[in-house]
């Protein structure tokens, strides 16, 4: 028998059993980075937020592009690992931005799929490389424009890509699932956080 909250009581028991809890880890584990990364950021102004948020955005197609390119899920992990400390370790210096790095890095791994091949075939490495466009495009025209229309377009570039890790996350393909998942919840979390917080 159904309850007002739509699930019988048996299966409300069983979504909360260890087992079903431990399955959504990277779901608890994004949640925790975006409060941590909502409490570290404050009161940002718009400005600031579109462009820490829009400097980041090319790390996330680079990551599938990476990875795919790689021929291992189990290489997930690491790349992001690489891709953050990237992130991190530029802004130290002003010669170039991560934005700017990261979508050189990207062009390069095109390039190298387009000469080398690709282990997945060119199917999924024309759907990683539309995804790639798509996301530094969006991430470098929000940084170009005024931070006020810039914040809808990195906000765009976060949201679509959290649809793109669903998408992965439920074709199980090119990254590892729990990636998937973990990144899809933080990058809606960081669309939002774009939309109604800053």
Known sequence: MSTAHGLRP???KRCLRPAALKRRRPTALALAAAALNLTASGS???ADAV???GEVLPL???IYLTVHQLGTPR???PVLGAGLTVVFVLPLQSAVAPSTALVALALV???WGV???????PATFGVQATGAAVFCGLALAGLAVDPDLGRYLVATGWFLHGVWDFVHLWRDRVVARTFAEWCGVVDVLVAAQLLVLV
């Not at 000469?115 to 075939?121: C, I, Q, V, W």
Request: no cysteine; charged share 20%; proline share 8%.
């Open 60 to 62: 996330l197609p680079l």
């Open 44 to 46: 940002e102004d718009v």
């Open 115 to 121: 000469l080398r091949g690709t282990p997945h075939g």
């Open 109 to 111: 791994l095109l390039l």
């Open 51 to 53: 462009g820490g948020f």
């Open 10 to 12: 048996e299966a409300r």
């Open 75 to 77: 290489a997930t992990w």
